[in-house]
């Protein structure tokens, strides 16, 4: 017996035109994910629009998103991750969705810049306050400071920009048995050099922006955890907040992880190379990368990660402004620019970002931060020796 004409099949052609191909069964399984470019959710039936185990919109991510936050998480050692629009809004929405008005947050004195400022201006005017440790304070040191309104630390380890690494562990442990919650910026560390998670951390949040990504053209942040209640919250706030990421930003930054462990030894062995090199020279005062040995931290490092990346600092002999402004400007394969992680190098000079600090010691010349790319590193170390060789000149 033949089926019916539907409604469809008897509409006119303009109707017809609206309607033909969608939705349709894919027709092959290809490697990556489809991209889900939707905000309706078409559902089958009355019931399962108030069904909320499955996507009934498209806001906070269908095929390729979940693919995405799946990957992450499997990086960082949980359940899907949470994702953000950048990695400033991974770090700023988890403090929303964890803190209230008349918390406390201790804040390690060398976090990124950007999350300091929401701290010290967005959440201050919400009634959160912020005090800031030292990098290398000791765990006694850190929860000395913790008070009755003490509900969160925030870490990160390395340090931006100075590189100092933190006793996360120890930390963590102190943390959790006075019942607060520890939140670590792991970009430097994106996983698969550092797990803070297994280390006892209860939220790790990252800037996808930089080596997942890989090639400095997109923007993404991720939330992970491995505790269903502080997820929940997270959950709760995009949700509540309206947070999305788009499934071609998406599609990317999977296209990125795929390469990511690949990338990261090549980083990081070029960056050895580099660092070891500039520890000779007369210029050179102090190389600011914790897998040297002798370099501050270097212990912690060699207990708690798994590899180096291609980000460090390089502290010059001492000369004035105009000199490291000699030094950056003579670069010619590395690129002047903020953000790191993608395949470029890139180099700037520091100073001007520390002065907000309230615990940082004078590193005894000027600060440049080098991100070494996946070049030859021959070529990067000609380069940098130009560099010198400009900074030399400029301080005589």
């Given amino acids: 017996m033949s089926k019916p004409p539907s409604g469809r099949d008897k509409a006119s052609r303009q109707?017809?035109?609206?309607?033909?191909?969608?939705?349709?069964?894919?027709?092959?399984?290809?490697?990556?994910?489809?991209?889900?470019?939707?905000?309706?959710?078409?559902?089958?039936?009355?019931?399962?629009?108030?069904?909320t185990s499955k996507p009934t919109y498209?806001?906070?991510?269908?095929?390729?998103?979940?693919?995405?936050?799946?990957?992450?998480?499997?990086?960082?050692?949980?359940g899907p991750a949470r994702l953000f629009s950048s990695g400033l809004a991974a770090v700023t929405g988890t403090l929303q969705a964890l803190l209230k008005t008349g918390d406390e947050v201790l804040v390690t004195d060398c976090v990124y810049g950007p999350s300091r400022r929401f701290l010290d201006g967005v959440m201050k005017r919400y009634g959160v306050s912020a005090r800031y440790f030292a990098p290398d304070a000791s765990p006694d040191v850190?929860?000395?400071?913790?008070?009755?309104?003490?509900?969160?630390?925030?870490?990160e380890s390395p340090g931006s920009l100075t590189f100092e690494i933190q006793d996360v562990p120890a930390i963590a442990k102190a943390a959790r048995e006075?019942?607060?919650?520890?939140?670590?910026?792991?970009?430097w560390g994106v996983g698969l050099l550092y797990e803070p998670l297994a280390l006892g951390v209860d939220v790790s949040v990252q800037a996808l922006t930089k080596y997942v990504g890989?090639?400095?053209?997109?923007?993404?942040?991720?939330?992970?955890?491995?505790?269903?209640?502080?997820?929940?919250?997270?959950?709760?706030?995009?949700?509540?907040?309206g947070i999305g990421v788009s499934p071609d930003d998406a599609y990317f930054m999977l296209r990125g992880l795929r390469t990511l462990e690949v990338r990261l030894a090549r980083h990081g062995e070029n960056a050895l190379k580099v660092a070891h090199w500039l520890?000779?020279?007369?210029?050179?005062?102090?190389?600011?990368?914790?897998?040297?040995?002798?370099?501050?931290?270097?212990?912690?490092?060699?207990?708690?990660?798994?590899?180096?990346?291609?980000?460090?600092?390089?502290?010059?002999q001492p000369g004035s402004e105009d000199a490291t402004e000699a030094f950056i400007d003579t670069l010619t394969l590395f690129g002047l620019g903020f953000s790191w992680g993608g395949f470029e190098s890139l180099a700037?000079?520091?100073?001007?970002?520390?002065?907000?600090?309230?615990?940082?010691?004078?590193?005894?010349?000027?600060?440049?931060?080098?991100?070494?790319?996946?070049?030859?590193?021959?070529?990067?170390i000609g380069d940098l020796r130009g560099a010198l060789d400009a900074y030399a000149a400029a301080t005589r």
Wanted: glycine share 10%.
């Fill in 214 to 241: 890989g090639h400095s053209d997109v923007f993404m942040g991720s939330a992970c955890s491995i505790d269903a209640k502080l997820l929940a919250r997270i959950d709760a706030y995009l949700r509540d907040a």
């Fill in 279 to 316: 520890q000779d020279q007369p210029e050179v005062k102090q190389v600011l990368c914790p897998a040297l040995a002798g370099a501050p931290g270097h212990d912690l490092w060699k207990r708690d990660f798994k590899g180096i990346n291609g980000l460090f600092g390089v502290v010059l």
């Fill in 58 to 78: 498209g806001r906070l991510g269908l095929s390729v998103q979940n693919a995405l936050a799946e990957a992450v998480g499997a990086v960082e050692g949980c």
């Fill in 142 to 155: 850190v929860m000395a400071m913790a008070g009755p309104a003490t509900r969160l630390i925030l870490l």
């Fill in 178 to 187: 006075r019942g607060i919650l520890t939140v670590l910026d792991n970009t």
């Fill in 348 to 380: 700037i000079h520091c100073d001007p970002q520390l002065g907000y600090r309230t615990a940082h010691r004078p590193l005894g010349g000027p600060l440049v931060r080098l991100h070494v790319g996946l070049e030859d590193p021959q070529d990067l």
């Fill in 15 to 51: 109707t017809r035109l609206l309607h033909a191909g969608s939705p349709m069964e894919l027709e092959a399984r290809t490697v990556a994910p489809p991209v889900q470019r939707g905000s309706t959710v078409l559902v089958a039936n009355a019931k399962a629009l108030y069904d």
